[in-house]
């Protein structure tokens, strides 16, 4: 898998040295920051609010015949009891996902996986930086000041009618009010445009949730005040010097959400990860390296592969590396 991630991660570091400024890291466009000082997160909020939302990003990384029986090995038997409404993905321009009923948490869950290097259509969803505005048919509530970086956009117009239409028919099988969406990378991305679609179109009785990891900076200002009044307890994870999360950069008019959860170390013998709530959109003190926008441009040449894949905590990476029995 390691392989995999690479032709990406190369393709950021070659960015990052042509660039004619520093743009990692160094607020250069219009994007807000936020001063105050990030917070511990306990062991307790780990388990139970980030957890669960890993293991489905990690399953969506598994092929999707074994998704659809739930027979993927260990990424399936870590969450029991799940049945899976629909399925898809080509590795290509639409990338693996699922929508599944989890009765455990009596929860509707959107999953999708990240890039796949080994696709060059997989890649090309990551490295269209150009902005657009947002569909508006998908996005009735985004005026014409949001715009939306052009790749992730397209990638999730491939899957959304899907996505609607099975969230929705399970919302009304199960009498279920919780919709959670999750994915990794640039299932993150889609994670984040399938989360503010729901917000907008479901019932406000029902409580969409979202929580991601390795999220790569999905569109500009309006676009992050915009799923900020969606979504309020967006999460977004990110762990020790991954790259991911600094790109498309602040230079190209490109912002964060807020709700970056940042992992700040892991033990290598407990799995147990340090991390700290990030406040704000862009966290100043991120500069201290407390926050993931804080590196420096020879941090992001050194592109930690494995932080990017994992472990992030509990012994979790993404990947297809526990799809096996």
């Known amino acids: 898998m390691t392989r995999m991630i690479l032709p990406f991660l190369a393709f950021l570091a070659t960015f990052a040295r042509a660039a004619p400024t520093p743009l990692f890291g160094i607020n250069l466009g219009s994007g807000e920051e936020d001063t105050d000082k990030p917070k511990a997160v306990s062991q307790d909020v780990i388990t139970a609010n980030i957890l669960r939302p890993a293991l489905f990003s990690r399953a969506a990384y598994c092929p999707t015949s074994n998704v659809t029986d739930w027979t993927c090995g260990s990424s399936c038997n870590a969450l029991p009891n799940v049945k899976v409404l629909a399925s898809g993905g080509n590795n290509e321009e639409i990338p693996q996902f699922f929508i599944a009923s989890d009765p455990d948490t009596q929860t509707i ?3 999708h996986q990240g890039t796949d290097p080994h696709e ?3 890649i090309a969803n990551d490295i269209q930086f150009g902005q657009v505005a947002a569909n508006n048919t998908l996005f009735p509530k985004a005026d014409s000041s949001v715009k939306l970086h052009e790749g992730f956009q397209a990638t999730q117009g491939r899957t959304a009618d899907l996505v609607m239409s099975t969230v929705q028919s399970g919302l009304s099988s199960t009498g279920f009010k ?3 969406v ?6 993150a991305a889609v994670a984040s445009l399938d989360a ?5 179109a479901l019932p406000d009785d029902v409580q969409v949730q979202s929580v991601v990891f390795g999220l790569p900076r999905v569109g500009n200002q309006a676009w992050a005040d915009l799923l900020d009044s969606l979504i309020p307890d967006f999460a977004h994870v990110t762990n020790q010097k991954d790259p991911v999360p600094t790109v498309p950069p602040h230079a190209l008019e490109f912002e964060h959400p807020q709700g970056e959860i940042h992992i700040t ?14 406040p704000g959109q862009e ?3 991120s500069q201290l390296k407390n926050c993931s926008p804080g590196f420096s441009i020879a941090d992001i040449i050194e592109l930690s592969i494995p932080n990017h894949l994992g472990p992030y905590f509990s012994g979790i990476s993404f990947g297809d590396k526990a799809c096996t029995p």
Do not use: F, P, Y
Not at 182 to 187: M, P
Not at 196 to 200: E, K, N, S, V, Y
Not at 265 to 278: L, Q, R
């Open 178 to 180: 919780r919709v959670l």
């Open 265 to 278: 170390s892991v033990d290598a013998k407990t799995g147990n990860a340090t991390m700290v709530a990030c």
């Open 182 to 187: 999750t994915g990794h990378s640039l299932g």
């Open 109 to 111: 869950v959107v999953a």
């Open 283 to 285: 966290n100043q003190l």
């Open 196 to 200: 503010a679609m729901l917000r907008m």
């Open 120 to 122: 060059i259509l997989s």
